[in-house]
């Protein structure tokens, strides 16, 4: 369909704000940015922008009615994506899910009953309430988390009685709903496969190796590194490819896309959460690299048309970037303190092995000491070929980046690692 003059609407998408570009470029779709914030980059690329707060049902309702609005695209952030979905629907506009679909797999606890139903293996969890947080002594270690939580937030591994009475009330406080999750503390290594969805079929997009690290004061564990492809894409999608379809299916999931974390312990899966959008990491990258699927593209597709399409697009991947056996998305963690400067980024993708370095900071903010996704500056995306490559990559992040406070101390963070830990690819 010509999507040339269409009127998109952006709710979000900053991180990779230059792949919403580069398509509505392509197409000659005009592009409108909402928001209370219009430092974020969505306003960047955007040829008119409203200061509406997207999570205002009634406010975004006139805005898209006023404002001619053909399509609405979502962005990642889950807060929008529980509204938006209401109120499009009630607008007759395209929307990959639904209210209740969204509802269902935010909630981690509807996740793994539904997994269960499905014959997919979940960590043993235990029933505390507010009344009764208490479990057997042999239980430990534990974890605590909300229920609808993201990003580590609320997270605590629990040792003993004590510690588990702080995890849960830590918890139920970061949780909107005040439900909390407890459940046995597994090697938290794990993997994350993706999907993607057109007209009601799930299409495998991928399986990454996930190794946290540890934020000893807070307890939480954060990525530390996310490497592709993962060596046990053979056996997990034998194992399990056609029991998640099936899983999908039940819930009736048509459009969108959504990833999957599963520990892996060395011998066993796990499944642990869900989460209906991409990759907190900016996955739509490897995605591409690796099965050619523009998610992007096709969500503003889809969004603009109410027609499925996720072949056929241009890639993300830009000529410059030289191809490689793996992919790497490295976390940058930085210190708390306030940015007075930033520097090295375009330094760094002046590399053909460096593909994409999305930031979540700029200059003015200050970063707190929270444990969670919050203290990563950036994703930095690199293709290469050995472990050794990997390593000699990250040491050149570390040396090109610098994120400096006041007073010129710079904030990078090396949280990992690498000959510590047993990774492979």
Known sequence: MNLKGKRLLLLGG?????????????????????????????????????????TD???????????????????????????ACEYLMELGLPCYCTKKQWNYLQNKSNFKDLCVRNGLPVVPKYEVTNESISIPNDAYPVITKPADGCGSSGFSLCLNQEELSKGYAIAREASDSGSVVVEKFVKNDSVVVFY?????????????NKYPVRYEQQGSYVAGVFLFESSFVSE????????VEKMFQSIGLTEGSAWIEV?????????????????G?????????????NQVAADIFYALTGESCINGHLSLIGDRVKRKKHYC????????????????????????????????????????STGTVGQIFAFVHFVFDTLDDCKEAIQIIHETIKVLDENGENLTNR?????????TL
């Open 329 to 368: 998305i490295y976390p940058l963690h930085i210190r708390p303190g306030k940015i007075s400067s930033i520097s090295g980024v375009d330094e760094l993708l002046s590399r053909d092995n460096f593909v994409v370095v999305p930031t979540t900071k700029i200059v003015g903010d200050t970063v707190k």
């Open 57 to 83: 049902k009634e406010a975004m309702k006139n805005l898209i009615k006023g404002k001619n609005i053909d399509g609405v695209y979502m962005g990642g952030s889950e807060q929008v994506i529980a509204v």
């Open 14 to 54: 900053s991180m990779w704000k230059e792949a919403i570009a580069s398509y509505a470029e392509e197409q000659g779709i005009v592009l409108i940015a909402t928001g209370n914030d219009h430092s974020a980059g969505i306003f960047e690329i955007a040829s008119e922008g409203y200061d509406v707060d997207s």
């Open 263 to 279: 520990f892996h312990d060395g011998s066993n899966y796990y499944f642990n959460e869900v989460g209906y959008r991409y990759g």
């Open 281 to 293: 990491s900016v996955s739509i990258y490897p995605v591409d690299y690796f099965y050619n699927i």
């Open 415 to 423: 949280m990992l690692d690498f000959d510590a830990r047993s990774i």
């Open 236 to 243: 997990f999608r034998e194992n399990f490819d056609q029991k």
């Open 196 to 208: 993607t969805f057109s007209n009601g079929k799930a299409y495998f997009s991928g399986l990454e």
